[in-house]
């Protein structure tokens, strides 16, 4: 199957500071990528479509400005978490569907951020 | 928007019971019904899926049934084993979009 990988797949950082998070479709183009959140023991919660070459679509309640997604190529996109506190700490993961296709997603293996 | 709801949170069975994992979905137009499988720390990842213009779909001892004038469909899960113990979601997603919707996450623990 396809596969996306993402990185890093855990992160420790200092609060106040950014992060960026990286999700990349090895072996196929993705003009759509999908960011989600996920609280333990608790379900993905979509935070924003990512659209190759446009700007990204934020879910409701969102901050695009504190979540910065870039999808520059149409096999990378990536996630940058500005001036991080601890709240923002959690699970991160990204996924992506073959071109055309209402179809699975294959999801990054996800990033662990930890904001201290 | 559409709307996904997956029942039970929690389930728990004994190593060799059946189990079965239900959603419901709002959006009458979705046509794509997937379920991962989510194991801790770990990507979720496809098990078995069905579209709307099929009602069942076997796949071993993993099945799904789909009921499109009710809106919801199901997981089913036979001889269940101690590695079938995980998190479980459901999503539908249609055309267009093809944004998923996922449900809420079944955890189920398989006693030996």
């Known amino acids: 199957g396809a596969v996306v990988s993402q990185h890093p797949s855990w992160v420790i950082c200092k609060s106040g500071t950014s992060v960026k998070i990286e999700c990349r479709s090895l072996?196929?183009?993705?003009?759509?990528m999908f960011w989600y959140r996920q609280f333990p023991k608790q379900s993905l919660m979509l935070m924003a479509t990512?659209?190759?070459?446009?700007?990204?679509?934020?879910e409701q309640g969102v901050e695009k400005d504190k979540f910065l997604i870039n999808h520059a190529s149409l096999t990378l996109s990536t996630l940058t978490v500005t001036s991080a506190h601890p709240e923002d700490s959690s699970f991160y993961i990204c996924?992506?569907?073959?071109?055309?296709?209402?179809?699975?997603?294959?999801f990054g293996q996800g990033t662990r951020l930890t904001v201290v | 928007g559409e709307n996904v709801e997956q029942h039970p949170s929690t389930l728990s069975v004994q190593e060799g019971d059946s189990a079965v994992i239900k959603c419901t979905y709002s959006d009458s137009a979705s046509n794509y019904f997937p379920w991962y499988k989510q194991e801790l720390g770990k990507r979720p990842q496809l098990i078995i899926d069905i579209r709307s213009n099929v009602g069942e779909k076997k796949d071993q001892r993993i099945a799904v049934t789909l009921n499109k004038t009710a809106k919801h469909f199901s997981l089913h899960i036979t001889e269940t084993q101690p590695e079938d113990s995980a998190v479980y979601f459901c999503a539908a997603s249609k055309g267009g979009s093809y944004i998923p919707t996922f449900g809420r996450g079944t955890s189920l623990i398989v006693h030996p």
């Open positions: 072996d196929f183009q993705a003009t759509t």
């Open positions: 990512s659209n190759e070459g446009s700007k990204a679509t934020y």
């Open positions: 996924s992506a569907n073959l071109i055309g296709g209402n179809t699975e997603a294959f």
